[in-house]
């Protein structure tokens, strides 16, 4: 009889740690913890993205001559539709202005323009004075029709994404992947950016609220995302971890056996 005590003791004590451990696993799995009511707000325009080498530009000017305008757009006619799913792209390759390893891109009649590093704005702007000596009141539109972001690890559809828009979230990039798995790690996502000949890495902690006062809270062209698997998962594909409900069964087992016998 001296061994029922103690049995159910440690029965106690593993419950007890079951509940410790839901809570904390609770805490791990939302966004933004710790995040108030405030009337202040983090303004998008805070971040602009940026052009970079080897992005595609889709440009295309308009004037009061349309003949005149056309000769700029050409480059431009077989540009391809963008599909926001999974790493699909639609239509005939992507064509338009390619930024040059010099940061340039080279324009009819105009020639080189420096491009890398400005914004769409500052381009647009570029562009259209540079027209001015040959076009009336040029209108300048631009974006880049390359960018893409790939999103790998514990989501529910990895792969890569074309962007429709001049700059994506952290947030609507893991929606296209259709969020994380709830076996994610939340708390260390890997953010992989290619800045000129380098690479960076950045840790992301999607659980802590200021992650969206940052620059990290938008995406670059290129940008990889990877979402590393919790600790539970990756203890799923350890054998002994596989092996644990069996041994602990046959332990408990071997205990009442015990307890019987002592009886």
């Known amino acids: 009889m001296y061994l029922i005590k103690p049995y159910w003791q440690a029965i106690s004590f593993v419950f007890l740690l079951l509940i410790a451990s839901s809570c904390n696993t609770y805490e791990k799995l939302v966004y933004f913890g710790g995040v108030q009511n405030s009337s202040s707000t983090v303004k998008s325009n805070d971040y602009l993205t940026r052009i970079k ?33 999974q790493g699909s792209t639609q239509g005939n390759p992507v064509l338009g202005y390619l930024v040059e390893q010099d940061s340039s891109v080279t324009l009819p009649k105009i020639g080189k323009i420096k491009a890398a590093g400005l914004t769409i704005d ?41 962007v429709p828009y001049n700059k994506i979230s952290y947030l609507q990039a893991l929606g296209l992947a259709g969020d994380l798995n709830i076996t994610g790690n939340r708390a260390n996502v890997l953010l992989i950016r290619t800045v000129g000949n380098n690479t960076i890495t950045k840790r992301l902690n999607l659980t802590d609220s200021n992650l969206i006062k940052t620059d990290f809270c938008w995406l670059q062209n290129g940008d990889v995302l990877y979402v590393e698997p919790n600790v539970q998962k990756r203890n799923s594909s350890n054998t002994l971890y596989q092996s644990w409900p069996l041994i602990v069964s046959t332990t408990t087992l071997i205990v009442l056996m015990l307890n019987n016998f002592k009886k």
């Open 122 to 162: 500052e381009l647009e702007y570029i562009i259209a004075k540079s027209l001015s000596g040959f076009l009336k009141d040029p209108i300048v539109h631009a974006r880049i029709i390359n960018y893409k972001v790939t999103i790998l690890g514990d989501v529910k559809n990895p792969g890569t994404f074309n």
């Open 53 to 85: 080498v080897d992005d595609q530009l889709y440009i295309f000017v308009s004037s009061n001559n349309i003949e005149l305008s056309a000769s700029y757009n050409l480059p431009n006619f077989s540009v391809a539709s963008s599909n926001m799913q």
